[in-house]
């Protein structure tokens, strides 16, 4: 696939981290079966003081000596100095980011590179196939993977193969941040939103293809998925002080969901058209909740969906509007 000179860039792959015991030797063996050269990479990892044995996990394959991998320490614990630390010390024409909570199949690094070196994108993609563990795990994998879950998320329900407005993690030409700055650190949940909002501005493209494609191992229990659903929608008014074009209007709707749900009835004692209003918005969700929960051929996740779509959809409207009167959630 790889024209011969392309063979000869280094890649430095960022990484990183928090308590990913669970998860990390899946990821390092996905690196190990990369189809691109071993040679022609390094594997930077940054921890943000773990306290279970996700460091001790990596010092292991340190040890061998076989693999390119480096090693930080970041005292300030959050994604986006992690990842402005790594980038700092990166050797790479490309710089490809990833996430401990997933594998990458082997022809990741490969094909992020050839679409970096074949198409006019400062930034390339794939689609995430999200997975989880036990039953309720792979309801919550499925809700993830839906657009009444996640809206037009195209890199979550597998429209690739175009010019989109963000893609997850990244594969980032190493001039681009000269270009646009490093991650900011105001933004501790969506600064990859923020990173792409800032690419376009400066007349870069952000390209997801159909091809590339990583498992993604989303969080596995009611109360996790619901924390970060409070967290990921607590970026919202955050964001939008920082930066007005970072999120795009799906990130809106959850948000405008809970808000109906709180003024329509107030106002329907007053206009009791508005009522009807409020009784047609609930109908239809109901009715899509039922249809995405049943009927879409995974029907056997449908009693755990029926509910959990809604408490999602709440809890992360809830944590936007937690942002709008700004508390944190973090």
């Known amino acids: 696939m790889l024209k011969e000179n392309s063979k000869e860039v280094i890649v430095s792959v960022i990484i990183p981290l928090y308590n990913e015991e669970k998860y990390i030797a899946r990821l390092i063996e996905s690196l190990i079966a990369q189809t691109y050269p071993l040679e ?15 460091v001790a996990a990596i010092e292991q394959y340190v040890s061998t000596g076989m693999y390119p991998i480096v090693l930080l320490h ?3 614990r959050k994604t986006p100095y992690a990842l402005n630390m790594a980038i700092e010390m990166v050797r790479g024409k490309y710089i490809i980011r990833l996430d401990a909570h997933a594998y990458f199949y082997p022809d990741y690094i490969e094909k992020c590179v050839y679409y970096l070196y074949t198409t006019d994108a400062d930034n390339v993609g794939g689609i995430a196939e999200t997975e989880a563990d036990g039953f309720k795990g792979q309801a919550i994998a499925k809700m993830l993977s839906t657009k009444f879950g996640v809206g037009g998320s195209d890199f979550r329900v597998g429209n690739g193969n175009r010019f989109v407005d963000t893609v997850p993690f990244g ?19 969506s600064e990859d939103n923020d990173i792409n909002s800032r690419i376009r501005e400066n007349g870069g493209k952000i390209w997801l293809a159909e091809d590339i494609r990583f498992k993604y191992y989303c969080r596995d229990t ?7 659903g409070l967290q990921n929608g607590n970026a919202l008014f955050f964001t939008l002080k920082v930066n007005l074009k970072a999120m795009s209007v799906r990130h809106f709707i959850p948000f405008l969901f809970l808000i109906s749900l709180i003024v329509l009835p107030i106002l329907s004692a007053v206009f009791p058209i508005i009522g009807y209003i409020l009784l047609l918005e609930v109908t239809l969700y109901l009715l899509l909740d039922v ?28 944590g936007s509007l937690l942002s709008l009167i700004g508390v944190p959630l973090y």
């Open 171 to 189: 594969a980032f030409r190493c001039e681009v941040f000269e270009r646009v700055g490093l991650f900011n650190p105001k933004l501790l949940r």
């Open 222 to 228: 009611v109360k996790d998925i619901l924390k970060m």
């Open 291 to 318: 249809y995405y929960s049943f009927l879409d051929g995974k029907a056997k996740y449908g009693l755990i969906t029926l509910w959990l779509y809604p408490l999602f959809h709440v809890a992360y409207g809830t």
């Open 40 to 54: 022609n990479t390094e594997w930077i990892f940054v921890d943000g003081d773990s306290s279970d044995n996700t």
């Open 74 to 76: 970041n005292e300030k």
